[in-house]
């Protein structure tokens, strides 16, 4: 993905393309980035050997989930809707994870049926509700307890789960006198320790406290788990510049913590695999001209990619074609929404950009297009996998006729 003779390209297909070909808003994701993340995640922690299971909830696209499926990932999911979608895309279920605060009777049911690996459980009530689902199918179901280690996670206040005032997990009181209850269930193996502290973190220094407290936690409670779940939240780099997450220092804090404590490591990555290799393709429609700045005004709006209103989150965007002439007045690039919050971006100065122009919005493999919705009545856009030379619908635009 770079720009050749000044146009830019994801793998051999350029974005005016595709653009040309798809129309816009797109979605575009490159086959081989996703390839050489998920390569660059297993050696990074090869010394390890963990089970790694995708996060589904970053990116569901049955296509990318088919090709992760493929190199061999598990999956991490947070619902029924998830859970059929990695199994439809053959992820086995000894490799797949099944997180969240709430998740239904029904859905508990659903995946103690088809024998996924872990629930990893949140409450003492769900843990009741497995019991009672094992007692009645004669089966003993493997479950996780996730343990709140109360760390910051240094991370964007709304993307921050681990802390004690936060929904997620449970406090070490709870979760040590949860062990010692149902230690000995007839109905459920506790099988796992889990815990995820946030996303996007980009310092290992968050991490090094999470592993303190549950190796402390651990030591406390004498217990040998077969897992130990570390969730995801291994962060990118959305800005240039930006601090980068050492996996190397996260890996030997990983080794010593586990001379302690001899468990299979699980991580359940999502914005690491995803989150770099995809694009928004968006149009200009008019930029508007005022004394204190130029708003850009694009055809791709919040409802495609909510991630700079919810969060405040960055997105660099560039232009398809590049040219040198600098314009030194400042950039706001909107969507068309009437909030707002529906802006993506400031910039002090931009390159020479007119009307109708393709630009691309980075790094919004993840949490992109799953978190799209159709608000104002405008249709969610397609997806598009590049491979190479080739360039295929693995979405394809909803028809207004269908949202209307
Ligand atoms: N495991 C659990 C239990 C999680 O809750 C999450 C993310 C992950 C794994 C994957 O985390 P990752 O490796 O992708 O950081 N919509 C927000 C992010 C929400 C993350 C929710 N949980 C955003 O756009 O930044």
């Known amino acids: 993905m770079k720009y050749k003779k000044g146009h830019f390209y994801i793998e051999n297909v350029s974005a005016e393309r595709i653009a040309k070909k798809f129309g816009t808003p797109v979605y575009v994701y490159s086959y081989e980035k996703i390839i050489s993340n998920i390569y660059n995640f297993q050696k990074n922690f ?59 009777i029904e859905e508990l049911k659903f995946a103690i049926s088809k024998n996924i690996l872990l629930i990893n459980t949140e409450s003492e009530n769900e843990i009741v509700e497995i019991e009672k689902i094992a007692r009645k199918s004669k089966k003993k179901i493997n479950i996780g307890i996730r343990f709140n280690p109360d760390t910051d996670a240094k991370t964007l206040k709304n993307i921050s789960t681990g802390k004690r005032e936060n929904k997620f ?76 997450l050492n996996y190397y220092k996260y890996k030997n804090l990983i080794k010593s913590f586990l001379k302690k404590n001899n468990s299979k490591i699980i991580f359940e990555p999502g914005r690491s695999i995803i989150g770099n290799a995809g694009y928004l393709i968006s149009k200009i429609i008019y930029i508007k ?69 393709i630009v691309l919005i980075c790094d919004v493999g993840a949490y992109g297009m799953v978190l799209s919705s159709n608000y104002n009545l405008r249709p969610k856009p397609p997806e598009i996998l590049i491979n190479k030379s080739s360039a295929k619908i693995i979405t394809k635009r909803q028809k207004l006729n269908n949202i209307i």
């Open 169 to 244: 997990g449970l406090t070490k009181e709870k979760f040590l006198y949860l062990l010692k209850k149902y230690k000995n269930s007839k109905f459920v193996n506790i099988d796992c320790l889990s815990v995820h502290i946030g996303s996007q973190i980009t310092s290992h220094v968050p991490y090094k406290n999470m592993l303190n407290a549950v190796n402390k936690i651990i030591q406390n409670s004498k217990y040998k788990f077969k897992y130990i779940d570390l969730g995801g939240g291994m962060g990118i780099n959305y800005e240039n510049n930006s601090h980068k």
């Open 46 to 104: 090869k010394t390890i050997n963990p089970l790694i299971c995708f996060s589904v909830k970053s990116n569901s696209n049955l296509q990318i989930l088919n090709l992760i499926s493929k190199l061999g990932l598990g999956a991490d999911v947070v619902s029924k809707g998830e859970l059929v979608r990695a199994l439809n895309a053959k992820i086995k279920p000894e490799k797949i994870v099944f997180s969240g605060v709430g998740k239904t």
């Open 289 to 357: 001209h005022t004394k204190s700045k130029n708003f850009v005004i694009l055809d791709s709006a919040m409802n495609d990619l909510i991630r700079p209103a919810l969060y405040g989150a960055k997105h660099r965007i560039i232009p398809s074609k590049l040219n040198n002439k600098k314009i030194k007045k400042k950039h706001e690039f909107v969507g068309p929404i009437c909030e707002t919050t529906d802006k993506f971006l400031s910039v002090d100065r931009y390159q020479k950009i007119n009307q109708r122009d």
